[in-house]
């Protein structure tokens, strides 16, 4: 069974009419009557171990997760270590080399993570949010501190040249085969969206403004289809362009309890990850307008969230983290998690 036939599964099992939440608690299984169904399941965490992790390195690709880049061995996924110790605060990948961002806008590159070298002209001082790829250069998404510059580009990662027409704000981005970047954030307090052919001209195309604030925070195309994940008015909320013009926006979620991190495209569904009531979960449409939650299993009286869901090969992988609560409302991440989505026997 494929990808997109497993995943449809979890689909039919949680799809309902309108937009709201449907949950699955332990092994999120997608049975809908059936004897043999797709599962998500933890998947083992190993440490670090320099040889193994070189030796898979070099024979495989580097799977990027969140802030850091993983490798699959034959007992489970291990991530890498940082050499000096120092956390990455994103990774991107472009042929064949690792593009990290940390504090200040220090950006570094890496051919298999293990040594890292600091970029020749980097963003200058600078809060990056996303590295995203327009044709054969990337885009660098952020805000400097010293001078008003929304973006830089670069075609190797060692040098990075401020792009001057850029918005402020952007904070994720995806590229459209054929058409550009669309580049979203928030303008003042509302949700805001740009799109650019060549990373030089950004023209707005932002959603209708609502009256309580707003925000986007994530974006994903599938099949020519843009979806954007944020807030608006206090709910979660997903909005949908087709004709990079105008969108039209549906809710995911209308309790408090929700954080979303990410949104991805995997074989023909939109998925979202994040957290709900401290548990990871994954919300999945086939429209970007109809939603349904997935609750991802965790081991007992821990919390946690997904945060990056990839496609491997034929596999689906989700990446992310067992959480700490920090007493102030927010969460702490304190180990990795990795959950794979093992089709039926």
């Known amino acids: ?34 004897s043999s169904a797709a599962t998500w399941r933890l998947a083992t965490v190993l440490p670090f171990e320099a040889g193994r992790f070189e030796a898979a390195a070099r024979r495989d ?11 699959e061995l034959d007992d489970g996924w291990m991530p890498i270590d940082s050499s000096d110790g120092s956390p990455h605060y994103g990774l991107a990948a472009t042929r064949n080399v690792l593009v990290a961002w940390a504090e200040g806008g220090r950006i570094q590159t890496s051919s298999i993570g293990l040594a890292w070298t600091d970029a020749v ?18 885009v660098m998404l952020g805000e400097g501190v010293r001078q008003r510059i929304g973006a830089w580009a670069s075609s190797d990662g060692m ?15 995806t590229e459209i085969p054929g058409r550009g970047l669309v580049g979203v954030g928030w303008a003042g307090t509302e949700a805001a969206a740009w799109i650019t052919a060549d990373g030089e001209q950004w023209r707005p195309f932002p959603p209708s403004h609502g009256d309580g604030g707003s925000a986007m925070t994530g974006v994903a195309e599938g099949g020519g289809t843009v979806v954007a994940v944020g807030e608006s008015n206090g709910a979660t909320v997903a909005w949908r362009s087709d004709d990079l013009e105008t ?12 954080n979303i991190r990410t949104i991805g495209h995997v074989n023909g569904l939109f998925v979202i990850a994040g957290q709900r009531s401290r548990k990871p979960t994954l919300w999945l449409s086939e429209d970007g307008r109809t939603w349904s939650a997935t609750l991802l299993p965790m081991p007992p009286a821990t919390s946690g969230e997904a945060v990056v869901i990839r496609e491997i090969g034929d596999r689906v ?9 920090m007493g102030n409302g927010g969460s702490w991440p304190v180990a990795h998690l990795v959950w794979t989505l093992e089709p039926p026997d």
Not at 247 to 258: H, N
């Open 1 to 34: 069974m494929n990808t997109r036939a497993a995943l449809a599964l979890l689909v039919a099992a949680t799809i309902v009419v309108g937009c709201t939440d449907a949950r699955h608690d332990g092994a999120s299984s997608a049975s809908s009557g059936s």
């Open 61 to 71: 690709d580097i799977v990027v997760g969140d802030e850091t880049g993983w490798v």
């Open 121 to 138: 002209a980097g963003p200058d001082e600078a809060n990056i949010a996303a590295i995203v790829p327009l044709g054969d250069r990337l």
């Open 159 to 173: 040098l990075w040249s401020p792009l001057g027409d850029a918005p402020l704000g952007m904070v994720a981005g």
């Open 247 to 258: 969108w039209t926006a549906s809710a995911i979620s209308a309790t408090s309890d929700i």
């Open 317 to 325: 992988v989700v990446f992310g983290y067992v959480t700490q609560d």
